[in-house]
């Protein structure tokens, strides 16, 4: 099937300051992919240079073999965009908002989008004056999930909303990657890109620095240690065996982090034979990654060592 997206060192500048650097990257057909990063990583400038709303200042983008740059209209005529900021019309009532869109995009389905708006609970009678933010972003949703196109782009969805409803999203992104549409996931909530997300990219200060297949996240596990010593080293056997991927020496006395892949059986042997006097296993979930990736000293002033 190939990639519904793809970016080859795609970079943009304003004036000095650079948004997105050499961002080279394919979202399958049929995924859910993950943007991850604080404010300011370039994950909202990459979406616009998706669809078409900025020109890139080198490289090049593709949504389903159509170049934004080229021909805006036929990408967004393909894609879905909830914004963060997005803004629907005050004037009007909920049900008006819907089929005023609906009539508007080419795939525009306004029975889908009450559908939505009935799974998300929102009272379409109201103007959207009179609204909440909670209820807008509902509103917004229901307009955006309606036509099934091939892409869909969220960027923060479930903001303002409660857990409830934030649930019932994450079944609405999930319903269209069995849909087979592609779904491209901004969100600052790891605990939702972890439970929809089959893929995710780390940005950080404008630059792709990590990919992860959220398969390889669950066979990964961090272990903490007390009393190892500083001159420890995890025997070559074992660490080849628990594919052990970083050792790292925190400031706190004799204090040891192991991040591993896999089977941990042959480390817990050898750990059992040293004089410990604590060890925590945890899974090592994407919240760890992601303080990995974005402040890889930590605050103990951690080092890594090879191993």
């Not at 050499?22 to 300011?40: A, K, Q, S």
């Not at 009007?92 to 869109?101: A, I, T």
């Not at 109201?126 to 909670?134: P, Y």
């Not at 929809?196 to 992860?212: K, N, P, Q, S, W």
Request: aromatic fraction near 4%; glycine fraction near 8%.
């Amino acid at each position: 099937m190939g990639d519904l997206v793809t970016c080859d060192r795609l970079s943009k500048r304003f004036g000095g300051f650079h948004a997105l650097t050499d961002c080279t990257l394919g979202v399958r057909r049929g995924e859910i992919f993950g943007l991850l990063g604080p404010n300011g990583a370039g994950k909202t400038t990459l979406i616009r240079l998706l669809l078409g709303f900025l020109h890139p200042s080198s490289g090049k983008c593709e949504i389903d073999g159509i170049d934004p740059v080229n021909d805006g209209i036929a990408v967004r005529r393909c894609t879905s965009y909830l914004p963060g900021d997005a803004h629907v019309p005050r004037h009007m009532r909920g049900r008006s908002v819907l089929r005023f869109f609906a009539e508007m995009h080419p795939d525009g389905d306004l029975d889908r989008s009450l559908a939505v708006a009935d799974r998300l609970e929102l009272d379409l009678k109201r103007h959207v004056a009179f609204m909440s933010t909670g209820m807008r972003q509902k509103l917004a949703l229901s307009v955006v999930l309606g036509p099934r196109t091939p892409l869909l782009i969220l960027d923060e969805p479930t903001a303002n909303l409660d857990p409830s409803v934030r649930s019932a999203v994450l079944d609405l992104v999930t319903e269209a990657r069995d849909e087979n549409r592609t779904v491209m996931f901004s969100s600052h909530v790891l605990s939702e890109i972890e439970q929809t997300c089959d893929r995710v990219v780390f940005l950080r200060r404008g630059r792709l620095v990590r990919e992860l297949e959220m398969t390889e996240l669950a066979q990964k596990h961090r272990i903490t240690a007390a009393d190892l010593g500083e001159a420890i080293q995890v025997p070559d056997a074992i660490a080849a065996s628990v594919h052990v991927s970083k050792l790292v020496h925190t400031n706190r006395p004799s204090q040891w982090k192991i991040d591993t892949v896999g089977d941990l059986s042959p480390l817990l042997s050898w750990l059992d034979s040293l004089s410990l006097s604590r060890v925590r296993i945890e899974p090592l979930g994407l919240r760890s990654v992601y303080d990995d990736v974005h402040n890889p000293i930590d605050g103990l002033g951690a080092s890594e060592v090879t191993v």
